[in-house]
């Protein structure tokens, strides 16, 4: 087990930032951590790597204790901070050398590797402060990895980014994801459904969800299923609403109609929600199509952002 949180506090005056989260992420996973603003996640962070002490609780990090070996789990953690911290004033390749410096690193060859894989190969004699907050953020990436971490703890990576130097970033945390546990903070959940394998949820520090990309929809309390319908011709909406498991019918135009399950139809297991043999609407929509002389011309499932989950979760 790479990161757990057990019973995890940290009070600051009469506010709890984060109030009792117990949670484990094992070797290998790419995990989400997110929340709204002020929901504890930079908190959490920020005592895992030893940057602040918890209030009460306990934290283990390749299976050392973080209040007993603090020094020891610095060696197996790369952090980038939500707000990098970089000497604008050194060079890219000196500010690398000075950080491998503070790992005690004196191989070369570790320093020209990491300029390579963090694509900084043509930024590398120019001054941090020269460079665009994109290359800026690989720096911090840099730093992070250049000591050879099992662990990666990155507090909103992206933040900041225009979306060519998201996706670039964004590549660059999956490319490796494949070999190190990444715990990463973001706002942006495309983020966390393009490359995480597990999302936390945190709200008023407290975690309120914590499960698999595809699991985590089933989390949320609307379970309805709505799907788009187009027929050849304009059914009767009255006889739409009488259709088993039926709740609501919207008109979109005369052939096309949205039409939602009742809160009591089948709440799908995250595995089955693209199985076309589990019972929900879509089957008895086309049996009343049949039964009315009507041909589905298409039937699209509308499927939940998980944009929506994460409102309805932490509204």
């Not at 099992?150 to 660059?172: A, H, K, M, V």
């Not at 059914?235 to 019918?249: A, R, S």
């Not at 979109?252 to 609407?281: F, M, T, Y």
Request: charged share 30%; with cysteine.
């Amino acid at each position: 087990m790479s990161i757990k949180v057990n019973n995890l506090t940290k009070i600051y005056g009469e506010q709890k930032a984060v109030d009792q989260i117990s949670f484990e992420i094992k070797t290998g996973e790419i995990v989400g951590f997110v929340g709204p603003n002020g929901a504890g996640k930079s908190t959490t962070m920020k005592i895992l790597t030893g940057f602040i002490p918890p209030t009460s609780g306990e934290a283990k990090i390749n299976n050392f204790d973080l209040m007993e070996n603090s020094l020891e789990i610095r060696k197996h953690i790369g952090y980038l901070p939500e707000h990098n911290p970089l000497y604008l004033d050194m060079y890219v390749k000196e500010y690398l050398e000075f950080v491998a410096g503070i790992y005690k690193l004196s191989s070369k060859t570790r320093i020209e590797e990491i300029i390579e894989q963090t694509g900084l190969v043509i930024e590398r004699k120019k001054k941090i402060g020269a460079l665009s907050k994109g290359y800026r953020q690989r720096v911090g990436l840099a730093q992070a990895l250049i000591h050879d971490p099992s662990i990666l703890i990155l507090d909103e990576p992206t933040s900041g980014l225009d979306p060519n130097q998201i996706i670039e970033i964004r590549n660059l945390i999956s490319e490796v994801g494949k070999e190190k546990t990444v715990m990463l903070s973001t706002h942006i959940m495309q983020e966390v459904e393009a490359i995480c394998d597990r999302i936390i949820i945190i709200n008023k520090g407290k975690v309120i969800a914590d499960d698999s990309i595809e699991a985590i929809y089933t989390h949320s309390e609307d379970q309805h299923i709505t799907v788009i319908v187009e027929f050849d011709k304009e059914p009767k909406q009255d006889e739409l609403e009488k259709i088993n498991l039926v709740d609501k019918v919207a008109k979109i135009d005369n052939k096309n109609w949205l039409i939602q399950s009742s809160p009591a139809g089948p709440a799908l297991p995250a595995e089955k929600r693209a199985d076309s043999s589990v019972e929900d609407i879509r089957q008895n929509i086309f049996k009343f199509a049949v039964d009315s002389g009507l041909t589905v011309l298409s039937m699209q499932k509308k499927e939940k952002s998980l944009e929506e989950v994460f409102q309805e979760l932490t509204k």
